[in-house]
């Protein structure tokens, strides 16, 4: 089986084409190659197969076997490895995934892609939609061990929640992340992302990615960090979040969509037997 190994700043994918797959049980596939230091390891698979309502599929296989609907570092590694096998030549291309068909545009310079734009759709603010069992998604109180938590969640392809802190060097992210994760206001399970706001256009970003655990970015939650900052006034419409391994922009669009610019690089290229 051929694989590849792409990280979107830090947050790494095993990529894999469909037709290597062979009969392979997906989910415990996914939990073999992923596991670090035993294996490649990864956070997670990028399945490329077949589509009829757009140009390519993307299926996104979280390191402990579940499947996720959307992830926005996960998307610009595809949408670039796609690219450059010559399975999509266009450089904007629709991509079908269980949160809808998704656009990213590559960006070329002297022949080669620096970064990924990729237009994240709309994000929903209503509770039915994210899921949360919570009137105003906006102002949640989620009780914990460590006291009450203050949050805003928001349905980007993915359920993420945003947890405004002071200083995120002093936040227990990995005691918080998975109580807040598997709270019972979830009913899907939730996305966290710990927001640090540095100044009008620049934020710091750490996550706990559902069904993945502490992952150094996260794409779909930096989108969401975004339309939830604008949306409280916090920040304008363009900000820059700060990862582990960079910086992903971040743009909200007049008409609600929010756009989400950054990098994707190759790991290795290899033959698991």
């Known amino acids: 089986m051929h694989v590849t190994k792409m990280h979107g700043l830090g947050n790494d994918f095993i990529v894999i084409e469909e037709r290597e797959l062979a009969g392979q049980e997906i989910p415990e596939l996914a939990r073999r190659l992923c596991t670090r230091r035993l294996n490649v390891g990864a956070d997670g698979l990028l399945l490329v197969g077949g589509s009829s309502c757009a140009d390519v599929r993307m299926r996104i296989i979280n390191a402990d076997g579940s499947e996720a609907e959307m992830c926005g570092n996960g998307i610009r590694c595809f949408a670039r490895y796609v690219y450059d096998h010559g399975i999509v030549p266009k450089t904007l291309m629709d991509v079908e995934t ?8 590559l960006v070329i310079e002297d022949g080669r892609v620096r970064a990924v734009r990729v237009d994240m759709g709309k994000p929903s603010f209503d509770p039915e939609a994210v899921p949360v069992l919570a009137q105003e998604p906006m102002d949640l109180e989620i009780p914990t061990d460590c006291g009450a938590v203050r949050a805003s969640s928001v349905l980007m ?6 947890v405004f802190v002071e200083d995120m060097d002093a936040v227990p992210i990995d005691v918080l992340g998975p109580a807040i994760e598997k709270h019972a206001l979830f009913p899907r399970g939730t996305n966290v992302d710990f927001i640090q706001v540095l100044d009008d256009k620049t934020a710091r970003m750490e996550t706990w990615e559902r069904g993945a655990g502490r992952t150094l970015a996260c794409g779909t939650g930096a989108s969401a960090a975004g339309a939830v900052m604008y949306k409280k006034g916090v920040m304008g419409p363009r900000a820059d979040i700060r990862l582990f391994a960079g910086s992903l922009h971040i743009e909200n669009l007049p008409d609600g969509r929010v756009m989400m610019t950054g990098a994707a690089e190759y790991v290795l290229d290899g033959e698991i037997k």
Request: charged share 15%; aromatic share 0%.
């Open 98 to 105: 269980l949160a809808g068909v998704i656009r990213p545009e």
């Open 157 to 162: 392809g993915v359920p993420h929640t945003i």
